[in-house]
């Protein structure tokens, strides 16, 4: 009896860039709970460094520089504040200022070391030009399939030093 053909998509899997993406976040997430524990998040990460890059944005800014919706980054934002991380300030028009507290600057300065050997583990099994061409493209990727010129990496972002 003849086996039953193949389904095409499953035999190329692991050629689909969708597929490869998701797990290389799994992978991603994974790390960074290892490396950094359980008290935050990659995205309330991001939302720190951002307020340390640009103390005092409100949130709408905010979202769109981590490319996130409005409702998220609020909903992320109480339970930073809720941490005594963050501190956010009613502007008019129902908008919010916010910043980082001593203690939410304090944790972040706690978190460099644990940040680097993130950087270390996510990176070493590639060699050292593979790791600047693949950050290079993962930048390509993300900058030529933003939705929106509103969360293109900011240029103070993409200034940064790079390790």
Same mark, same amino acid.
């Given at each position: 009896m003849p086996s039953p053909a193949p389904d095409p998509l499953s035999l190329d899997l692991y050629d689909q860039p969708g597929h490869l993406i998701r797990r290389a976040q799994q992978i991603?997430?994974?790390?960074?709970?290892?490396?950094?524990?359980?008290?935050?998040?990659?995205?309330?990460?991001?939302?720190?460094? /951002?307020?340390?890059e640009a103390p005092g944005i409100d949130q709408v800014t905010l979202a769109r520089l981590v490319?996130?919706?409005?409702?998220?980054?609020a909903d992320i934002a109480a339970r930073l504040e809720s941490k005594g991380w963050i501190h956010r300030e009613l502007?008019?028009?129902?908008? #919010?200022?916010?910043s980082l507290t001593t203690e939410g600057e304090a944790m972040l300065a706690a978190f460099v070391p644990n940040v680097h050997e993130l950087r270390q583990r /996510?990176?070493?099994a590639l060699e050292p030009g593979e790791q600047a061409e693949f950050k290079r493209l993962l930048r390509k990727f993300v900058q030529l399939h933003d939705a929106s010129e509103a969360t293109q990496i900011p240029?103070?972002?993409?200034?940064?030093? #790079?390790k």
């Open positions: 991603a997430s994974q790390l960074f709970r290892d490396v950094l524990g359980p008290d935050v998040t990659p995205v309330q990460y991001a939302i720190l460094r /951002m307020l340390q490319a996130l919706d409005n409702s998220t980054t502007l008019p028009r129902r908008q #919010r200022c916010l /996510m990176l070493s240029a103070k972002a993409r200034t940064v030093r #790079r």
